[in-house]
């Protein structure tokens, strides 16, 4: 089965319910405790809640977690020593809770699935972290009414009755680390831009039937998101580094994007020529109406580069309004930038939007290392409130 397909790697069974004298059994919270494990786990998420050994040991709850998340047909790309660390543990929980033997058990198709990642050469071990894996992020936080169900989205439906879950989620071709090998860091889906996509799905009228355009793209799960769920009407994904551009297109198509909704773009900042023609999407009297750029602000001669990016697009765009998200890692840049800003004449003021504790978050997961803030920066007299 391809990995791709139309559920973005998730077998279309995984869908069906548990038959009804099964789920019976497991209660609600057992369900809920389950669908955060495995939201986390497609995510590759490194602190995962693991459920109770005792909602983990019923043989259909084993069955469930074999046929859709370590089986071969599903054909997950995860890297091994994740599956092997997430799979051990799971299987210690269980055997923790085995009471007689002699009617409860581990699953064999689990332990045999354990074997293999045992006995799984040490190259592949060791350089699995390099190769990409497919990263899905649920955006659990997406308003209701901006929903669709074409194409269908992953929905866990574990155990129902007594709960259904269908979320949206974006799927990312990235590598599980923060270096590329070729010392890139634009590859990876930074928190930044997690927390960025949290805001705008609580407020996805910021991008209803508007241009948008990511400065930094990364991997591009903004300008996904934009387009895939919010109702962008274009967006343009921009990098300046060629290996986050050459996976965009792969990532466009993993999340069944069209290319009549969204393009990728290289651009440098220090030098763009200022050239409307650069985006010939753009039909005569038409404008970018939000700029957006996630962990975009981290050493001063960026800084500089990106100030200038700025001046260019507001002069030909005046009315655009301009959305960051900010990794505080160090406040005398985040300083500098905003110096920066005030020398233009640019008014910026901080969006107040406070990242969860990791117990209140239902998806996409992540950990702050670095203080999360929200700007916007306007050029006219009187900033204009986002939300």
Known sequence: MNGHNETNGISPSATEPIRPQESAIY???SSRSLERFVRQYLQLYARIDYPDGHELKPDFVQQWLF??????ECNRKHPVRYKLRVLKELMNRIESCIDDWNIEGLSDNLMDVLGELYSSDMATYLNSSFERSDVMYTLSNLRADY???????YCTNLFNPPLLFRTPTITIC???TILATDGSTGVRTWEAALHMGDYLCSHPEIIKDKRVLELGSGTAYLSILCARYLGASFTFATDGCPVAISTHLGNFRINH????RIRSQQLLWEEYPGDRNLFPELQRGETIDVILGADIIYEIQGIIALIMMLSVLLGHFPKAKVIISVAVRSPNTFAAFLCRCQQRGWRFRVIEWIVPQA???HGPFFHAMAPMLIISLCTEPRLRLLA
């Open 359 to 361: 117990q209140d978050q």
């Open 147 to 153: 929903l669709n169900s074409d194409p269908p989205h």
């Open 27 to 29: 209660s609600v919270e």
């Open 67 to 72: 046929t859709h998340l370590f089986s071969r």
């Open 257 to 260: 994007l069209h290319p009549g």
């Open 174 to 176: 990235e590598p599980n």
